[in-house]
T-cell receptor, first 113, second 114 residues
Framework: GENVEQHPSTLSVQEGDSAVIKCTYSDSASNYFPWYKQELGKRPQLIID?????GEKKDQRIAVTLNKTAKHFSLHITETQPEDSAVYFCAASVEDSSYKLIFGSGTRLLVRP | GAGVSQSPRYKVAKRGQDVALRCDPISGHVSLFWYQQALGQGPEFLTY????????KSGLPSDRFFAERPEGSVSTLKIQRTQQEDSAVYLC????????????FGPGTRLTVT
């Protein structure tokens, strides 16, 4: 089945710097790749997603890139702010009867003011 | 509008007790998912409903876990004879249609088995 690897597990950056989180997936049939942000004790919330027919997508300070050949995708956050501090999860959607999400293990991002 | 809600938010059970966790998805959402999130880990898939039909239960860890969505809206996840390893946050998510797309998560139920 699908397996998603995520790194780094923790990332500390200075406010204003960029942050990059990387994920790889194993199932070449996966076709939808969302990123979720989860603050402590809160629900995961979608921040950006990309489908397999697109190589890059941007939304203000957030961008995601997808390399289908290499089976990896990355989250880029520019001009980081303290409120970006949270755990970020990448996921891949398996094309089967459910389109369930297979999540990575998460990256704890700390933005130092 | 109202998002996905779950109840109870916190549940403490003694080992061996049965528990029932409720999920109210966004009205009209066809797809409903249950995930289990252990401390410090990503959510792990448990089961999937399309309307009232349970199409995928491949993630349920044992036959002690049972889920239903009898009328295609509210769903209940039941765990029988709880064990300590069942301690986790149980997340429910819904999405408007079938196929890949945004899943809207509830706040979760934190289950602690003592």
């Amino acid at each position: 089945g699908e397996n998603v690897e995520q790194h780094p597990s923790t990332l500390s950056v200075q406010e204003g710097d960029s942050a990059v989180i990387k994920c790889t997936y194993s199932d070449s049939a996966s076709n939808y790749f969302p990123w979720y942000k989860q603050e402590l004790g809160k629900r995961p919330q979608l921040i950006i997603d990309i489908r397999s027919n697109v190589g890059e997508k941007k939304d203000q300070r957030i961008a995601v890139t997808l390399n289908k050949t290499a089976k990896h995708f990355s989250l880029h956050i520019t001009e980081t702010q303290p409120e970006d501090s949270a755990v970020y999860f990448c996921a891949a959607s398996v094309e089967d009867s459910s389109y369930k999400l297979i999540f990575g293990s998460g990256t704890r991002l700390l933005v130092r003011p | 509008g109202a998002g996905v809600s779950q109840s109870p938010r916190y549940k403490v059970a003694k080992r061996g007790q049965d528990v029932a966790l409720r999920c109210d998805p966004i009205s009209g959402h066809v797809s409903l998912f249950w995930y289990q999130q252990a401390l410090g880990q990503g959510p792990e898939f448990l089961t999937y409903f399309q309307n009232e039909a349970q199409l995928d239960k491949s993630g349920l860890p044992s036959d002690r876990f049972f889920a239903e969505r009898p009328e295609g809206s509210v769903s209940t996840l039941k765990i029988q004879r709880t064990q300590q390893e069942d301690s986790a946050v149980y997340l429910c998510a819904s999405s408007p249609g079938q196929g890949p797309g945004e899943q809207y998560f509830g706040p979760g139920t934190r289950l602690t088995v003592t």
